[in-house]
């Protein structure tokens, strides 16, 4: 059985990774086609599309492993069952969950691929990507609000009995090396009372824990004593070339924003969920993304497993390309569910890890089922 075990792990390696490269090449076609438009435009040339192109394959390979897992497993399975080397197999003692077993040992290195490729790869690359576009461009990074990019940031205590104090930070442009330009703190004490505010025209993070800005305005917010029934308060306005503003904010925090939620390593997003739990803000979105993190590996195994009655069916007109266009839907609808699910858990405020697992968990059933089906009719 080890023999089958191989030669049916050595059909599957070649058919995923010759589906596997044929996407890259499409969606790297697609990402080279876009960026030509900006080809050409201040320093942007045809070597920084390249490069971003480049630094975008990650990123595929990690979002289209499960639809190529699938559909190289139709082939390959298919091909076998056309030329009665399965049915072969079959009389030799593989039975379904033999052979659900011999696609699993496949099935396994390419889920461990996926989940380091997530974890190590994808995050790292499409930053840089997205330096690379914007340095040569440029551009900055700025928020969805015309006034820019705003964050909640609290300041701890750092004595026995201080106090905390609430932060709201307004950056205009984060520039591709994570410096700050146009940056404006509204900060308030324990009953939510303007205490300062700060405008600065750039920054810089100076480690461990603060940023040194530059060209800072100070306005201090100070009670004062006044006759009459209303207390009186006061500013105090003053200019400082460099100030050390401390903040839990760090450049890992912020360079987060350049990359999509779902492109992120699951470090990072522990560590920003870490960050908005503590501001007390929303984090389904980044909770909902690390959940794909960790559910995602293993629909490569659930998409296989699909994959697997193919090999059981025979359809005399279409043959493998009817096979391979069924997977290929399959494929789809498995994409098309996971988006649809992510978003339905966003507006119901679902439980993350229900959300995300929904279209594996139904896939996984029909999959057993078909298994179980086929098992039996043949």
């Known amino acids: 059985m080890r023999v089958v075990y191989r030669y049916v792990a050595r059909e599957i390696w070649m058919a995923v990774a010759f589906v596997l490269v044929g996407f890259l090449a499409l969606f790297g076609f697609f990402d080279f086609v876009n960026e030509l438009d900006d080809v050409g435009r201040a320093g942007y040339q045809l070597q920084h599309a390249l490069a971003f192109v480049l630094l975008s394959l990650p990123g595929h390979i990690y979002e289209l492993m499960p639809i190529a897992a699938l559909i190289g497993t139709v082939y390959a399975l298919s091909q076998l069952a056309s030329n009665s080397e399965f049915t072969a197999m079959r009389a030799a003692g593989l039975g379904p969950f033999r052979a659900l077993y011999a696609i699993f040992r496949v099935g396994l290195v390419f889920a461990a691929a996926t989940l380091l490729i997530g ?88 480690p461990p824990g603060s940023w040194l800005l530059s060209d800072v305005t100070q306005v201090k917010v100070v009670p004062e ?128 890890w229900i959300a995300v697992s929904i279209p594996s968990a139904v896939a996984f059933m029909l999959a057993m089922g078909m298994l179980s089906w086929v098992g039996r009719v043949r």
């Open 119 to 206: 974890e190590l790869v994808t995050g790292s690359a499409d930053q840089m990507a997205q330096r690379v576009r914007m340095s040569a461009l440029g551009a900055t990074v700025t928020g969805e609000f015309r006034s820019g990019l705003w964050i909640k940031d609290t300041l701890r205590a750092t004595t026995a009995g201080g106090e905390e104090r609430q932060r709201f930070v307004n950056i205009a442009e984060i520039t591709p090396d994570v410096s700050l330009r146009g940056v404006r703190v509204f900060e308030f004490d324990g009953a939510m009372r303007l205490t300062e505010v700060l405008e600065a025209a750039s920054g810089r993070f100076s």
């Open 225 to 352: 004593t006044a006759a009459g029934q209303y207390p009186a308060i006061g500013v105090q306005r003053t200019m400082i070339p460099e100030l050390a503003w401390r903040s839990e904010l760090t450049p890992a925090l912020l360079g987060v924003l350049t990359v999509a939620p779902k492109r992120m390593s699951g470090w990072n997003l522990a560590s920003y969920i870490g960050h908005l739990r503590e501001n007390r803000q929303d984090a389904s979105r980044y909770e909902i993304a690390m959940w794909q993190k960790i559910v995602y590996p293993f629909a490569v195994l659930v998409m296989m497993a699909l994959a697997l009655p193919s090999a059981y069916l025979q359809i005399r007109s279409g043959g493998v390309g009817l096979k391979v266009f069924g997977g290929i839907m399959l494929g789809i609808t498995f994409h098309f569910l996971n988006g649809l699910f992510t978003h339905l858990g966003l507006l119901n405020t679902w439980p993350a």
